[in-house]
């Protein structure tokens, strides 16, 4: 009897315990390491909601999520041409035989783009360098280090991709499934529901959307997942405070060695990346649009 009731209160301590870890705050690490490799494990999650957590400290991601919600108030109303694009765009994903529908399009298509893609592939892959590269570069909100970690990434990509790819039938088929799968998981048939979500709303929807773009990359046999589980990160310098530290990351992405650092910043004693801090701050620090003055 005795061994009967000792083995209950353990189940029921067991279950306590995880009851209260549920819907428990993620809390970035007291280590700069630990911190960047808490961030790679809440993308292999697809929880970017975690991921933004865990990039800002609770007062100021609760002061940014605020500011999302201003802005959301004062947000132009969407014009006629939106919400029917939007509205179709979905419907062509989420419809019932949406899959066959897309699928007899994209050969379509591909009768006419197959015989001319092997000669022109070379012209096709040099334009997207010169267009990936141009637009890293001209996004103000990336700092170098985020700049070339962006060109090593879309550098291996594009030697990734080959011609064949897009005339396999039967993997397109499949990626076609995914698309429609995941269009239909999101579940936004209209565009003022998008145009409607919240903060946290929007990166559970986006999440979604990432592990939608991962099934398509396995798809075609690029296992993003796999990359972050052979992510390695190490100190490589920290300043005498103790507050500030960069972190390097190395990872294998598609075959390719891909190497960058991230300035880490420590707040309350928790690490967060210096750079999401500071974009957090910088957008507190702007003005709200001149409808919030004669807001009531």
Not at 80 to 103: C, I, S, V
Not at 164 to 182: G, H, L, N, P, Y
Request: aromatic share 6%; net charge negative.
């Amino acid at each position: 009897m005795l061994f009967h009731r000792v083995r209950h209160l353990g189940l029921f301590l067991f279950t306590l315990g995880l009851l209260s870890g549920c819907g428990r705050e993620p809390v970035a690490p007291g280590d700069p390491v630990a911190a960047v490799e808490g961030l790679a494990d809440a993308i292999k999650d697809n929880d970017l909601l975690t991921y933004s957590k865990l990039s800002l400290p609770p007062a100021l991601h609760a002061r940014l999520e605020q500011r999302w919600n201003d802005e959301l108030a004062l947000a132009p109303k969407l014009t006629t041409t939106q919400r029917k694009d939007h509205t179709r765009y979905m419907k062509q994903m989420m419809e019932p035989g949406a899959e066959a529908k897309l699928f007899a399009r994209y050969e379509s298509k591909m009768k006419k783009f197959q015989g001319e893609i092997n000669s022109q592939w070379p012209m096709m892959k040099g334009a997207a360098q010169i267009f990936v590269s141009g637009a890293i570069q001209a996004n103000e909100d990336l700092t170098p280090a985020e700049r070339d970690h962006a060109k090593a990434v879309g550098q291996a990509i594009l030697e990734w991709l080959k011609p064949a790819m897009f005339s396999d039938k039967e993997k397109a088929r499949e990626a076609i499934t995914v698309i429609c799968q995941t269009a239909r998981e999101i579940n936004l048939p209209e565009a003022e529901q998008m145009h409607q979500l919240s903060m946290v709303a929007s990166l559970e929807k986006a999440g979604i959307a990432l592990k939608g773009l991962k099934d398509l990359g396995r798809v075609y046999g690029a296992d993003i997942d796999e990359s972050l589980d052979n992510l390695e990160a190490k100190l490589v310098d920290a300043d005498a405070s103790g507050n500030q530290a960069t972190v390097e990351v190395n990872y294998v992405l598609l075959g390719k060695d891909i190497r960058f650092e991230i300035e880490m910043t420590r707040i309350d004693g928790r690490w967060y990346p210096a750079d999401k801090v500071n974009d957090a701050q910088q957008t507190l620090k702007q003005a709200l649009p001149a409808a919030a003055v004669s807001a009531p």
